[in-house]
């Protein structure tokens, strides 16, 4: 099992950053892929930016390219996404999410509880 856990969310203007934070522990080994899904009132959750813990290499949706920055820390097995020139549409609740997978080829195994990020216009 793994357990994941955010913080960082909270209210921010338009423009504004935020930079949410996953601490993962448990078998984390098995879970490779590693990144934040999010989901706005009324939608679908949508993958956001995802990564890998030991391979590199990152992955972003494209409306989040060159806004967002996803970054990992393996001594804490903590991964981070830099949130900068936040919009209104960016408001959505936040989830960190592991898999063994690819998210491209299945849904992730694990998620965490979610953090809830407002954009104020």
């Known amino acids: 099992q793994v357990q994941l856990v955010e913080s960082g969310g909270g209210l921010v203007q338009t423009g504004g950053s935020l930079r949410l934070s996953c601490a993962a522990s448990?078998?984390?080994?098995?879970?490779?892929?590693i990144g934040w899904f999010r989901q706005a009132p009324g939608k679908e959750r949508e993958f956001v930016a995802g990564?890998?813990?030991?391979?590199?290499?990152?992955l972003y949706e494209d409306s989040v390219k060159g806004r967002f920055i996803i970054s990992t820390e393996g001594s804490k097995n903590t991964v981070y996404l830099q949130m900068n020139g936040l919009k209104p549409e960016d408001t959505a609740v936040y989830y960190c999410?592991?898999?063994?997978?690819?998210?491209?080829?299945?849904?992730?195994?694990?998620w965490g509880q979610g953090t809830q990020v407002t954009v104020s216009s």
């Open positions: 990564t890998t813990w030991t391979w590199g290499g990152t």
């Open positions: 448990g078998r984390t080994s098995v879970t490779p892929y």
């Open positions: 999410a592991a898999s063994p997978t690819a998210f491209d080829l299945k849904p992730p195994n694990y």
